[in-house]
């Protein structure tokens, strides 16, 4: 199994470096551009599932990359429960599955 995990685009609030949480900001026209350019790289990538928070900046970002793509598309599912999610726990349950020591810098 393959997992791809896509950050949003640009917010406003990325713009000033504000930490966003929660709150609803939306993307700029540079985050659109990176969500469509996300699509494109990702283009020919066949998706089982499609997942979103639901947040309108991670909504969009996950409907341009799925309007790109080359393959019949899964229904995006939108929940809150992919809000600021970490993925520290599931990097380390890989790593540790497939044998791959992690080195930082």
């Known amino acids: 199994m393959k997992l791809y995990t896509v950050r949003h685009g640009q917010t406003i609030f990325n713009q000033l470096d504000k930490v966003q949480g929660w709150a609803d900001t939306p993307l700029t026209a540079q985050g659109e551009h990176d969500g469509k350019a996300a699509g494109e790289r990702l283009q020919n990538v066949r998706?089982?599932?499609?997942?979103?928070?639901?947040?309108?900046?991670?909504?969009?970002?996950?409907?341009?990359?799925?309007?790109?793509?080359?393959?019949?598309?899964?229904?995006?599912?939108?929940?809150?429960?992919?809000?600021?999610?970490?993925?520290?726990?599931?990097?380390?349950?890989?790593?540790?599955?497939?044998?791959?020591?992690l080195v930082t810098r």
């Open 47 to 101: 998706f089982d599932a499609a997942l979103s928070s639901d947040t309108s900046r991670a909504m969009h970002t996950a409907e341009f990359i799925l309007a790109e793509n080359q393959f019949d598309t899964p229904e995006l599912k939108v929940t809150a429960d992919w809000r600021n999610i970490s993925l520290v726990a599931l990097k380390a349950a890989a790593i540790m599955r497939c044998g791959v020591r």
